[in-house]
């Protein structure tokens, strides 16, 4: 007869007072998954399909959307969404196959550092873009643009 290990004990027991971060953390990735949906698929229909579809992105493409603050929006708000789900998952794998200790800590830290990076810079993109900025060459404007 074959007998069945007993499994390893908690790494980090879950905290008995409090808000229950795991927990909402969990219920984050089912939320947030269900909102990526509508706004991955919304994405790439507008982009990919609607009109000339992907003929049509280029630099005017993009400045064009980023004009109507509800473009803007979408993009933030898939931009916002899919890092902390993507961060969060990672981490979620990061307990899974390291020990508590400095490289578990390092590669968390990392997964942070990264996912609020990218985060400040690129809501700084979709709200500073300036498809005309003053005093660039006419040749690489777009079309739109008043000088040219
Ligand atoms: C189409 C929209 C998406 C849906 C419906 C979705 C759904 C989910 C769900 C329900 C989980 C939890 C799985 C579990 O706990 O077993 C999960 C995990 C995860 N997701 Fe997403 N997700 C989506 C988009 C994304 C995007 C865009 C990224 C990357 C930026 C991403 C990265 C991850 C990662 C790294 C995990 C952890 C995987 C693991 O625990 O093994 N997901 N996703």
Redesign the pocket.
Known sequence: MSVIEAPRSQARPARKRGVNLEKWG?IY??AS??V??VL?FGHLFVNLLVGEGVKAIDFGFVGGKWADPFWQWWDVLMLWL??I??AN??R??VNDYTNPGTTQKLLKGSLLVAAVVLIVLGTLVVFTFDPCPAGSPADLLPSFCPAV
């Open positions: 969990w990735m089912r998954g269900v990526l949906l991955i899919a890092l789900h993507g998952g990672m979620t794998i």
